[in-house]
């Protein structure tokens, strides 16, 4: 027993003479003031813009406004329980959110953790969310197609890989549905997709998960959260990170689309975070920097230049207009960051013509680079046909004689109008597009009565994958139609023609 106690004894001795004193210097701030989402901390002398702090109860934060004498932190958890005098600690990293393949398949909040309840992600990589986009000489032009699916889109207003498409509309006309037809599209097409929902209702969003779950989708999408429950921070940083998650596969060589739903949510949770800093207000209250909010976001879509790897990241940003007003101050602000807009309109929607773009008001700054060889061939005219068959349409509303050209003019216009309106969750391939593009722009509906247009595409499109089945997989593989194919395509329409009633 007394041989046990002095070998106790003597461990007790190895240690106190093996013990080596050390000193960590720490910093530590304190809560200066509490309330709102935000807090003001004093004693923080080295933290860094955008740096990640952390408040006794356990809640993060981000310093926003690096003060004289104090830091002003956006609060990313509950702030009920933070009260003055609590302790601040900087967790010495930058904001930033977890990135990598293990990403996709995931519904993540605006800090990359997991609100799926699938277990934690597995990535070994972090992505500050505030990034430099890519300068001038690490691009290259944007020239290779994303396949929305939607004929209006694909045929007048291509999107490109490594473009900002813009789309605006005003509130329930349709723009969500475009972008998840568009993520839809993606199967089989090695685009990865990010969609972040920014002040949405967690039932809408809980609704849209479902859909991309049942149509295969998130397989390859990662969906960031921001609901209109959460605070307006976590609602600011939301797009910053679905960004550094798409940049994650740009910079690998990859193509990704990140979708912002809606940039207007985003830029009022902005403005209530500035002002409740006491940071000057400007016109309607924004902040004078409201420009940079978005222009920096927008800025880090790119194609890279093959020496980067050739990857690409494509951003849809969407706004809400009120009353179909295009120059108010956010909507003119993004249409000048972007390189084009889809412009949805509320009367179109209302008279049943779905999607409701306004082709003329509608464009895209990159324009045929974007377009594949197949659908230059049968869409080139399509815009100005459409054009000016509401030119004429107007002019015919007086009721005065047409003569059999211009009547010829509108009868085509109004099938190609009906040609154009496609339901939602069921985008089209190129093959098929190119297909109806063809009889539409050819005249091979003028003889086929308005209302019964739809009933000839879809018996039309079971006849091509059916009996001509080689010529749809010829035109999708090559993204060409050669004269041959088009002598077929052209046959095959007049076939089916002669036999359809």
């Not at 690409?312 to 993004?334: F, H, K, Q, R, W």
């Not at 068959?389 to 099938?415: M, P, V």
Request: hydrophobic share 40%; net charge negative; aromatic share 8%.
């Amino acid at each position: 027993m007394a041989e046990i106690s002095s070998d106790i004894f003597q461990s007790f001795i190895d240690q106190v003479k093996g013990y080596q004193p050390s000193i960590e210097s720490v910093e530590v701030g304190y809560v200066e003031e509490v309330g709102d989402g935000i807090a003001r901390v004093r004693g923080l002398q080295n933290v860094r813009f955008s740096e990640l702090v952390r408040f006794s109860n356990g809640a993060a934060g981000i310093a926003f406004n690096l003060e004289k004498d104090n830091v002003g932190v956006i609060i990313m958890g509950e702030y009920d329980t933070i009260n003055e005098g609590d302790e601040v600690r900087p967790v010495g990293r930058i904001a930033s959110v977890p990135v990598g393949i293990g990403m996709v398949g995931r519904v993540v909040n605006a800090l990359g953790e997991p609100i799926d309840g699938r277990g934690p992600i597995e990535s070994s990589e972090f992505y500050n969310i505030e990034r430099i986009a890519p300068g001038v000489m690490q691009r290259k032009n944007v020239g290779r197609p994303v396949q929305t699916g939607i004929v209006s889109i694909d045929a007048m207003t291509p999107i490109g890989r490594g473009q900002r498409q813009l789309i605006i509309g005003d509130r329930q006309t349709g723009k969500t549905a475009i972008v998840v037809d568009t993520i839809l599209n993606q199967k089989g097409k090695d685009l990865y997709c990010i969609y972040v929902a920014i002040g949405k209702r967690r039932g809408e969003i809980a609704r849209l998960v479902a859909q991309l779950e049942e149509a295969g989708a998130m397989e390859y999408t990662t969906v960031v959260v921001a609901s209109a429950s959460e605070s307006a921070a976590l609602q600011y940083i939301a797009p910053y990170s679905g960004c550094a998650i798409g940049e994650w596969f740009m910079e690998n060589g990859k193509d990704a689309l990140v979708v912002y739903d809606d940039l207007s949510k985003h830029a009022w949770a902005y403005r209530e975070v500035s002002l409740l800093m006491r940071r000057p207000p400007g016109r309607e209250a924004y902040p004078g920097d409201v420009f940079y909010l978005h222009s920096r976001l927008l800025e880090r879509a790119a194609q890279l230049s093959d020496a980067r790897g050739g990857g690409s990241l494509t951003a849809l940003p969407m706004i809400e207009t009120l009353l179909g007003d295009v120059s108010a101050y956010i909507p003119t602000n993004v249409i000048s960051i972007t390189d084009g807009q889809i412009f949805l309109e509320g009367d179109l929607f209302n008279a049943g013509q779905r999607p409701a773009i306004n082709v003329g008001v509608s464009v895209s700054r990159v324009g045929g680079d974007a377009q594949t060889k197949a659908m230059k061939k049968v869409a080139g005219g399509l815009r100005l046909d459409l054009a000016q068959f509401r030119s004429l349409a107007a002019f015919a509303q007086f009721g005065s004689d047409l003569d059999k050209a211009t009547q010829r003019q509108l009868d085509r216009g109004l099938r190609l109008t009906e040609l154009l309106k496609q339901a939602q969750y069921q985008p089209l391939s190129l093959t098929d597009q190119i297909a109806l593009l063809y009889a539409g722009t050819r005249g091979y509906l003028d003889a086929i009565p308005n209302t019964r247009v739809k009933e000839w595409q879809a018996g039309f499109l079971r006849t091509y994958h059916s009996a001509h089945a080689d010529l749809a997989d010829e035109i999708e593989s090559k993204k060409v139609v050669s004269d041959d194919a088009e002598a077929r395509l052209k046959k095959a329409i007049e076939d089916f023609n002669a036999s359809w009633n």
